[in-house]
């Protein structure tokens, strides 16, 4: 983002951090899984890429909404700027949905294996033995899962405030 995004810089550290405790907390046993709740992620997004707009506006006055106003032809302009309109509404929702769904999968896995192992282990205890392995395994991938997804939510949430920063013909 350059130097105009240095300023940006506590918040983005801020919000890496609050992504990944918050997905770090909910591996624990009993623990609510915050982001993987649709409505708690699309709140998030949504008050998030209405700050960068807001940046955007604030930059760049009236000139920002040009970003809406693609070089076409003037028969195509009514058209392409609900398409171009529609297509920054959705940057917020697939940002919530990305880091819902990925939490939700990774948890539903985690949940089969346990419940798997639990019933093997009252039919026989030598059967456990593999099985927990792979529950340990798919436990060591969702701490990483958990990193992967506040990295790409931080990520992608700087390539979105570097474009209000950076007002640039598209």
Not at 49 to 65: A, D, Q, R, S
Not at 79 to 94: D, H, K, P
Request: hydrophobic content about 65%; overall charge neutral; proline content about 4%.
């Amino acid at each position: 983002m350059g130097k105009e995004g240095l300023i940006y810089l506590p918040l983005v550290f801020s919000l890496f951090t609050f992504i990944l405790i918050l997905n770090l907390l909910s591996l624990l046993p009993f623990a609510f899984a915050v982001t993987s709740h649709l409505i708690w992620t699309l709140y998030f997004s949504l008050s998030l890429c209405l700050g960068i707009f807001l940046v955007g506006l604030i930059n760049f006055k009236i000139k920002f909404l040009k970003l809406f106003v693609p070089e076409v032809p003037l028969l195509l302009y009514p058209m392409m700027i609900i398409l171009e309109l529609m297509s920054y509404i959705i940057r917020s929702f697939s940002l919530a949905i990305r880091l819902s769904a990925n939490i939700i999968a990774g948890h539903t896995l985690v949940h089969i294996l346990a419940d798997s192992i639990l019933y093997l282990c009252n039919i026989k205890n030598l059967i456990v033995i593999l099985p927990f392995f792979l529950l340990l395994a798919i436990l060591v991938l969702e701490l990483g899962i958990a990193f992967l997804q506040a990295y790409i939510f931080v990520i992608l949430f700087c390539m979105y405030l570097n474009d209000s920063l950076h007002l640039m013909d598209h």
